[in-house]
Nanobody, 115 residues
Framework: QVQLVESGGGLVQPGGSLTLSCAAS????????MGWYRQAPGEERELVAA???????NYADSVKGRFTISRDSAKNTVYLQMKSLKPEDTAVYYC?????????WGKGTLVTVSS
């Protein structure tokens, strides 16, 4: 079992920045990929950014150039640095770790971009 806890969400003005963190605990051997997803009200959950075990990253077109995913293996933590935030980035952000082919999810952290 893997437990994931997200943090760092909050209210930010358009153009602002936030960094989300996702700390993992439990049996975290065999990580294949880590990712950040988001779900806005009335919308389906969508992939925002992902990083695999080799360090290759992948981003949704809507966040390319603004968001950066990174990991600290020593701390078992993955980050999502978000810059130039827009109102349409408002959503609950979830982190996901794929461990030995199984997806584990955090409970999410709310990001609200509003003036």
């Amino acid at each position: 079992q893997v437990q994931l806890v997200e943090s760092g969400g909050g209210l930010v003005q358009p153009g602002g920045s936030l960094t989300l963190s996702c700390a993992a605990s439990g049996s975290i051997v065999g990580i294949r990929a880590m990712g950040w997803y988001r779900q806005a009200p009335g919308e389906e959950r969508e992939l925002v950014a992902a990083i695999n075990s080799g360090g290759t990253t992948n981003y949704a077109d809507s966040v390319k150039g603004r968001f950066t995913i990174s990991r600290d293996s020593a701390k078992n933590t993955v980050y999502l640095q978000m810059k130039s935030l827009k109102p349409e980035d408002t959503a609950v952000y979830y982190c996901m770790w794929n461990v030995y082919g199984l997806n584990y999810w955090g409970k999410g952290t709310l990001v609200t971009v509003s003036s």
